[in-house]
């Protein structure tokens, strides 16, 4: 089993429509959470980084996490085509001394006009 | 400011031959990082570089070399390249300490015959 899980998509949902990605992981020593987009033939770029449980908003995104199920998730409102992108979750793993980031396989998401 | 930068875009190599990825970075960044992206496979650790004068195995090094030139650049080099080198590169730099947020450049896609 993979340490982070994330379903590949692809997405197709209409323009408007409210977005739901999601990952998964199962180790509890994960502490920090980041959302990154990644546009085609581009490299990715932060969208969102948290940490504790609960939910942080930025605009039409919303980072949830919550970490008594090992289990995140990005929420995109009011979806428009630019949003069509590769979205990667990437995770800390803090044990002792050492930190490694861990990243998800990325969903692919087309929102269409 | 730039950002991170890699040179070349594109390039394609046959079986045998070697050749240097570049990476600089103009943000002052401490800590310099190689990975390849490759369809499902997501987003791989090839070495990285804590800091100047340092360099460490990511999760595939084999077949790689690096070297942290100072604290602007960061190479990446392909001795004798193999078609499972085929893959998209992408360097990234993240300052010391703080966030763990990786800053990306735009990737070289490498095509081995």
């Known amino acids: 089993q993979k340490e982070v899980e994330q379903d590949p998509g692809p997405l197709s949902v209409p323009e408007g429509a409210i977005v739901s990605l999601n990952c998964t992981y199962s180790?509890?020593?994960?502490?920090?959470f980041m959302w990154y987009r990644q546009y085609s033939r581009k490299g990715p770029e932060l969208l969102m980084y948290t940490y504790s449980s609960g939910n942080k908003e930025d605009g039409r995104f919303t980072a949830q996490v919550d970490k008594s199920s090992k289990y995140i998730s990005l929420f995109i409102r009011d979806s428009q085509p630019s949003d069509s992108a590769t979205y990667l979750c990437a995770m800390i793993l803090n044990a002792g001394n050492n930190r490694k980031l861990i990243w998800g396989l990325g969903t692919s998401l087309a929102v269409n006009p | 400011n730039a950002g991170v930068t890699q040179t070349p875009k594109f390039q394609v190599l046959k079986t045998g031959q070697s050749m240097t990825l570049q990476c600089a970075q103009d943000?002052?960044?401490?800590?310099m990082y190689w990975y390849r992206q490759d369809p499902g496979m997501g987003l791989r650790l090839i070495y990285y570089s804590a800091s100047e004068g340092t360099t460490d195995k990511g999760e595939v090094p084999n077949g790689y070399n690096v070297s942290r030139l100072n604290k602007r650049e960061f190479s990446l080099r392909l001795e004798s390249a193999a078609p499972s080198q085929t893959s998209v590169y992408f360097c990234?730099?993240?300052?010391?300490?703080?966030?763990?947020?990786?800053?990306f450049g735009p990737g070289t896609r490498l095509l081995v015959l």
């Open positions: 180790n509890s020593a994960f502490q920090y």
């Open positions: 943000m002052n960044h401490n800590s």
């Open positions: 990234a730099s993240k300052l010391a300490g703080g966030r763990e947020t990786q800053y």
